[in-house]
């Protein structure tokens, strides 16, 4: 155990031991401390093996910014084990190794020569020859990839479900910039949400001695009313959304101001074997022994380009590590200060003007080369089992420049920052290039102050100290910072020198992308695929920037950074699917469909009955007794008002206006270009409304369709759709009548109640609105009415039907029964290009109307041409049933296709319907239709199969 | 005219026939448990578990019952003519878009300034809609209303949690200061076009289209469930006040 004593501010509890099993081994841990943490403190250093490389790599930032630690826990794969907090009973595996983390046979590819693997050799390698792809794709698959899923779906789905937060304020970072800046903004009135990634708020404050500091910040938020989000990175800023992402939840924010302190991320710096266990952070150092008092190392070599290095060395000095020299950057002038004085009288040894060339060890950290940055020699080889680096700090811009800010360079610093900023977008802290605790406070202070601001809140005193704040943060902003940019490479002859962990790509390789001329950041990303891991850029952004400056010649303002996107922090994908919300509509009869054992299938967006088992037997039960056919999905509006019926003579190719009260008349709907778009049956309950059915699929489009006509024509009219306020159920069959008798207070006679007629009456107490007509070519009533006595009017007709022979039928069999009457279904018989005339409906289209209609000057265009396809019905030869979608063929060339097939039981033989063309639209031509490979003879037939003259609908 | 064939409280019972009106929720409330009453012609959940254990998720977490019984009446009128006819039936209230008006015991809710849903006890929906008819007989242009309470299926979202229910399912800002009691918004509840009335502080109405009834109850109940809440029967729900003052018809008549 390499434990320290009580450190202050540690964030784990002594008192509680817990217990996990990393690779089938328990491992004792304190209740607070990380996967990550508990394996260091038990010994393990290393944590992964490399993507492409299969090296060894251990922590390195323990903040979750790189990739050296995912660990696959409890079967979900990509965990970072620096942040995730272990639970008792857990079950943590290594990832991307095999048999073994100690032992990876993939090793193999690290220890070739790197000649066999530059970047993009599988581009070149894997092209030839063609045959063998299956193979190569079979092995790359296998090879590729972070992590396994659980092969068994139910392992691998875990509950997720979105929370969408409004928000007056959201700040992203609750470093001290970023609590300051919520609180400010809480405090004038504005309802905040801050959010950050660590498992509590303080940033580098709580790993930096200052935890006090930071909870008391902290503390000041929630008092202010600040909803305080932790462990929940920001995904992204998606035109004012900020997913958040915490655990199970997927927040939503959406906030009127923006702030984004989203502080730096410490970089590494590129030399021999930098990936090696026992590289680390500076801040990651000090938050693995400050939070978790776990030592990093027992002897330590510290490389460093500013005081940030510096104070990591004396910090973890005070806490035991021995530090055994520091190289820092910096020439001998700017280096050091108190600091390096602090350091020296401690016996360690600061080396100005130097960096590391390389870490020295087979399994870990052995030993360190230090030399001359300049290469001027003066290196020397230290022994050391942990080498703390520290690159200079990058501001973390991904964000912020997803929300529209622009970035600068800071050549001072060597690093980009934030530049300009879009409306609603604030930033704060480091990310806007502040120095020190105070500039970083103030000017947390001042961003949440100015969003408020921009709300409306606030009041004189507050602007009065934002100005005041603009004039101290500026005299703070001018103080001189002592860093030193660090080479691209430093030692690069030395070994792999890496610019990105996550994908194994060395200095080198961007090198040898620039040579194949790849020779710009952008390019060169999609080639070595450099900032494209999980880390995101975090620690790959600015090295790479640096290596393609260096070897283009470049200054890091014109090599640029690639495009911020989405996602910042690695996201599983259960997370961003949420919860699966799928609105379906029932009819309110649903639940006895269910009871019936109805097969129950999606229908648009309605969930319908297809069939009760036998839809042949269904049909047949139709044509020979009755059937009862739930249609409460079909469109219904009431229309409304003196002009309804000139509406309506506007909307359809037919008429309405001189339709006679209690009577029913069918409508196809068309478009400006005279096409059929819906179709249905109007009915006329008084001199000024109209009841109007729609098809099922097409009744929120004729809705829109109604509405936005109404709008445009400013007509007295109303327009109501009722579509899920009906129930409506069809009751066909020769013995519909009978049934209709026993519960209907009307006379339902043929001479009392004829074929087309609509009339409104009581159905087993229930007022309804009955329309005789014949969807199915039986005798039959729609009956429409109130959707909460669904079940109550569907009980009693089947009651009252029971001696008649009376079954429920499903959406199938009224296919069939419909085809047999040639009746069409819109969008499955007719397409975008059909209209009335070619779908043998010329009756249909008025164009005697005195006024104008929806698509008149097309359809005249279309009465006067001989259409080149037409829609007919045929029957098989053979009795195969063909494919709807089936090719009608003349020789070898395609001239229609099936739309609609089914063999009828009762005509005993295989009906449809066909687009074929207008010269084969005559009875008793012959149609050849390819399907599957064959083709099948059949012959045309423009009347109904059944009924041909409607003498059963009428009698 | 009449529009019979959508009032549901229009059906007349008799001695072969005794309709008795459901709401597309019913199913889920009953495999939920509930205990069923007849009341106003309708079946409706009075309790699932006991009334105190109901009472302790509406205190403590969020409680979710079935009020798709409620009537509902649909009005349409030329602008001037739908604040006449409300002002005439509700007792001098006046409609603001954004915002439900409590008066008569029923929800006025402008749905634009032409259009107005006005949600009441299902007892009352005969009546109101009668005198609604009769202030909209002197209207000089077409006015039309009609029986819509079938057309929206309707739960009531109760507790302190209830926000944060409906934050799973909507992305509509329920925040007080956005929509204060009587704050009353048309949009989207989970992912279907819907309407939102804040009745209390934590109390909500949602109505969503009837067929799709079913579908809020089984979303509702999965997110409350999850935060710890449960079903309530009408019974504990009714202990729950609609935290508005209802609009005194003697002031808004003078």
Known sequence: ?955 | MSFEFLAPGAAVPGDRFAPVARTPMERAARAAGARFEARDGWTVATGYSSLEQEREACRRAAGWADVSHLGKLELHAAADDLAAIVADAAGGAALELGTATRAGDAWWLPLTTERALVVCEPAATGSLRERLEAAAASAARTVTVLDATCKYAALTLVGPLAREVFARFSAIDVRARVLPVAGFRPGSIARSPGLLVREGEERFLLMIGWALGQYLWETVADAGAHLGGAPVGLDALAEVAIGIAPVREEAGRA
């Open chain 1, 1 to 955: 155990m390499s434990r320290l004593p009580e450190q202050p501010g540690e964030r784990i509890s002594r008192s509680k031991t817990i217990s996990f099993r990393f690779d089938g081994k328990t491992v004792q841990a304190y209740e607070g401390d990380t996967i990550g943490s508990a394996l260091y403190a038990a010994g393990r250093r290393t944590f992964s093996r490399s993507f492409k490389y299969h090296r060894r790599r251990g922590l390195m930032c323990c903040a979750g910014q790189c990739p050296n630690c995912l660990v696959a826990v409890d079967g979900a794969p990509g965990v970072r084990a620096c942040t995730e907090p272990v639970r008792d009973g857990i079950d943590v595996r290594h990832m991307n190794a095999r048999p073994g983390l100690d032992f990876d046979v993939m090793r193999a590819t690290d220890l070739a020569p790197s000649a066999l693997t530059p970047p993009g050799f599988y581009y070149k390698t894997f092209i030839r020859p063609r045959r063998l792809w299956p193979v190569y794709e079979k092995v790359l698959r296998h090879a590729a990839g972070l992590g396994v899923l659980p092969k068994k779906q139910a392992e691998r789905e875990w509950r997720t479900e979105y929370r969408r937060r409004h928000a007056d304020v959201l700040v992203i970072g609750a470093g001290a910039a970023g609590l300051r800046a919520a609180t400010a903004a809480a405090e004038l009135g504005a309802d905040v949400v801050l959010c950050d990634e660590g498992p509590e708020p303080g940033g580098r404050l709580l790993a930096e001695g200052h935890h006090e500091r930071a909870r008391a910040l902290a503390d000041e938020a929630r008092s202010a009313g600040v909803e305080i989000l932790v462990n929940a990175p920001a995904l992204g800023y998606f035109d004012g959304l900020v997913p958040v992402w915490q655990g199970a939840t997927l927040h939503q924010v959406r906030a009127k101001q923006v702030v984004f302190a989203t502080g730096t991320i410490e970089q590494p710096l590129v030399f021999a074997g930098n990936d090696l266990p026992g590289v680390m952070l500076s801040d990651g150092a000090r938050r693995l022994a400050a939070l978790y008092a776990v030592r990093p190392g027992a002897r330590a070599v510290v490389a460093t380009t500013s005081d940030r290095g510096l104070e990591a060395a004396v910090a973890l000095r005070d806490a035991g590590v021995e530090i055994a020299a520091v190289a820092d950057l910096r020439p001998d002038a700017a280096a050091g200060g108190a600091l390096g004085d602090r350091l020296a009288a401690g016996g360690t040894e600061v080396l100005a003007g130097h960096t590391i060339l390389e870490a020295r060890g087979r399994t870990t950290v052995t030993g360190a080369v230090l030399g001359r940055a300049d290469g001027s020699g003066g290196e020397r080889e230290v022994d050391c089992d942990l080498v703390i680096i520290s690159g200079g700090a990058a501001p973390a811009t991904s964000l912020v420049a997803q929300a529209g800010a622009r970035t600068t360079y800071d050549a001072a610093r060597g690093v980009f920052r934030t530049g300009e900023l879009p409306d609603a977008v604030h930033a704060a802290g480091d990310l806007t290039g502040a120095v020190g605790g105070e500039a970083v406070r103030l000017s947390g202070s001042l961003a949440g102050t100015e969003a408020a601001h921009a709300l409306g809140l606030g009041d004189g005193a507050s602007r009065a100290r934002v100005q005041e704040a603009h004039r101290r943060l500026a005299d703070l902003n001018t103080q001189a910072v002592a860093v030193a940019v660090p080479p691209a490479v430093a030692g690069g002859e030395r070994g792999k020198c890496f610019a990105c962990f996550c994908e194994d790509v060395t200095a080198k390789d961007i090198k040898a992308s620039i040579a194949e001329g790849y020779d710009s950041i952008e390019l060169s990303k999609r080639y070595t695929t450099v900032t494209m891991g999980p880390c995101q850029g975090r620690m790959c952004q600015l090295t790479s920037v640096r290596v393609m400056g260096q070897e283009t010649g470049q200054t890091l303002e014109q090599v640029g950074l690639t495009t911020a996107r989405p996602p910042w922090s690695s996201v599983p994908m259960g997370a961003l699917a949420g919860r699966p919300i799928e609105p379906a509509k029932r009819s309110s009869i649903h639940g006895r469909h269910r009871e019936l054992g109805a097969k129950i299938l999606w229908a648009g967006d309605w969930r319908r009955a297809y069939d009760y088992g036998d839809p042949q037997g269904e049909a047949v039960a139709v044509q020979r007794a009755a059937g009862l056919i739930d249609v409460s999905t079909l469109g219904k509006m009431l229309v409304r008002g003196p002009e309804a019926g000139a509406f309506l003579d506007r909307l359809y190719p037919n008429r309405f206006s001189n339709l006679k009260p209690g009577r029913i008349r069918y409508g196809v709907i068309s478009s400006d270009a005279g096409r059929i778009v819906d179709d249905g049956t109007i009915c006329r309950l008084d001199d000024e409304t109209f009841y109007v059915t729609t098809t099922s699929s097409g009744a929120g489009a004729m809705e829109e369709w109604f509405g936005w006509w109404l709008a445009d024509w400013r007509m007295d009219v109303h327009m109501t759709d009722v579509t899920q306020a009906i129930a409506a159920v069809n009751l066909a069959g020769p013995r519909a009548r009978d049934i209709m008798a026993t519960v209907c207070d009307l006379d339902v006679s043929n001479e009392a109640f004829a074929y087309m007629d609509g009339k409104r009456g009581l159905v087993a107490g229930v007022p309804c609105l009955i329309l005789r007509i014949g969807f199915v070519g039986e005798v039959g009533y729609e009956i429409h009415y109130p959707a909460a006595h669904g079940e109550h009017l569907w009980d009693a007709l089947i009651a009252a039907g029971a001696e008649h022979g009376l079954r429920p039928f499903g959406l199938e069999p009224q296919r069939l029964l419909r085809l047999q009457k040639m009746h069409i279904l819109v969008g499955q018989d007719t397409d975008s290009e059909s209209t009335p005339f070619a779908a043998a409906m010329p009756w249909i289209v008025k164009l005697d109307k005195a006024d104008d209609f929806i698509g008149k000057w097309a359809l005249e265009h279309y009465a006067d041409v001989e259409p080149e396809t037409a829609l007919v019905g045929f029957t098989m030869a053979d009795g195969h049933v063909p494919t709807e979608g089936a090719v009608v063929v003349q020789g070898t060339t395609p001239a229609g296709q099936v739309t609609s097939s089914r063999y009828s039981p009762q005509l005993g033989r295989v009906i449809g319907l066909a687009w074929v063309a207008s010269s084969l639209a005559r009875d008793d031509a012959r149609i050849t239709i390819s399907d599957a490979g064959s083709t099948y003879e059949a012959t045309v037939q423009n009347k109904p199969f059944y009924d041909p003259e409607g003498e059963v609908l009428r009698s």
